[in-house]
């Protein structure tokens, strides 16, 4: 029974299906919409949490983009796109791969609640000039160097690019002046897994790699008379 992949569509779930498309690794791909904004119900019964993405492979059910990634990497990919202990970029590796997880997107997400609150208080001063520096400190990671670990393409840049891009339908921050990470979008969606992947997953989004931020999902929702 081959891997299957349960993607939520519009979400950081989109990692998956790239991931495989990149690896080249036969999966099955279970595609879940929006009921209209949060989880469908056949979500919530394959994770407790109702989050996605999920991944069964045989008699495992696994959840977290990162551990999922991990698994599939480790599992049926032979390592591929992953670095290694002994690889000179394995620390540059580790580190953005998590980064996306634990830096990048949290602080996406604590944007957001604060765009529907106060934005002028002195915590959210802080949190704006937070966001800033780890948008430069991405930037500058990218004028230098072709993808996040360096020369090779690997995981952390399939970690990474759903903040940079789907996310923000949700929180729409600007990246115009980022030239390091525009150019590095231009690179992504040159690649032929990235768009197998959107073509499966998300077929009707565009790419979303100006610097503008693209249609609000909530707008989108109402256009379409979903809510």
Known sequence: MPLTVHHFQVSQSERLPWLCEE????YTLTLHQRAPIFSPQSI???????????IQDGS???????????YIIHV?????????????????YLYWFHFANSSLQPHVLMMLQLSRVDMSGPSAARHVERFGKLLALMDARLVENAWLAGDEFTA??????FTLTTMRMFYPFD???YQGILAYLERVV???GYRKARAKAD????????GKPPRPFMERLKAEGKI
């Open 23 to 26: 690896l080249q690794i036969p």
């Open 190 to 192: 040159q690649r032929e």
């Open 156 to 161: 952390a840049d399939i970690m990474t690019v």
């Open 76 to 92: 049926h990919g032979n390592g591929k796109l992953a670095l290694s202990p002994s690889h000179k970029n394995y620390a540059d």
């Open 175 to 177: 990246l115009t002046g």
């Open 203 to 210: 077929p009707e989004l565009e790419l979303m790699i100006e």
């Open 60 to 70: 495992l059910t696994l959840a977290e983009s990162a551990a999922c990634a991990e």
């Open 44 to 54: 919530k019964d394959l994770s407790p949490l109702g989050s996605a993405p999920v």
